[in-house]
């Protein structure tokens, strides 16, 4: 069983910079984590996925070149670094994690097996 924490949320103004942790108990190696966000009334949306290695990464083309998601697999800990925040980003954003294989770009939210509680971003204009 994987356990998935995050931290990291807040209030930010617009351009500013925030950093999403989010902590695994077990280990969380061999898996794939991925970070999803979700506002009132709107489905969950993909934001940024990780390969087990670290190697791989994919982002939703909202967040590209804004967003950088990394991971320390010795702290069984990933990490989302948000850069030059807009208030469209303000959501509440899970971690996620799936098992590696089959090996593949993982982008919707059922394909993941474990889920964080969430931690709130809100962007201020």
């Known amino acids: 069983q994987v356990q998935l924490v995050e931290s990291g949320g807040g209030l930010v103004q617009a351009g500013g910079s925030l950093r999403l942790s989010c902590a695994a108990s077990?280990?969380?190696?061999?898996?794939?984590m991925g970070w999803f966000r979700q506002t009132p009334g709107k489905e969950r949306e993909f934001v940024a996925t990780?390969?087990?290695?670290?190697?791989?990464?994919y982002y939703a083309d909202s967040v590209k070149g804004r967003f950088t998601i990394s991971r320390d697999n010795a702290k069984n800990t990933h990490y989302l670094q948000m850069n030059s925040l807009k208030p469209e980003d303000t959501a509440v954003y899970y971690c996620?994690?799936?098992?590696?294989?089959?090996?593949?770009?993982?982008?919707?939210?059922?394909?993941?097996?474990?889920w964080g509680q969430g931690t709130q971003v809100t962007v201020s204009s």
């Open positions: 996620a994690a799936r098992p590696r294989f089959p090996s593949g770009t993982y982008t919707r939210g059922p394909e993941y097996n474990y």
């Open positions: 077990g280990r969380t190696f061999m898996y794939v």
């Open positions: 990780i390969s087990w290695g670290g190697d791989n990464t």
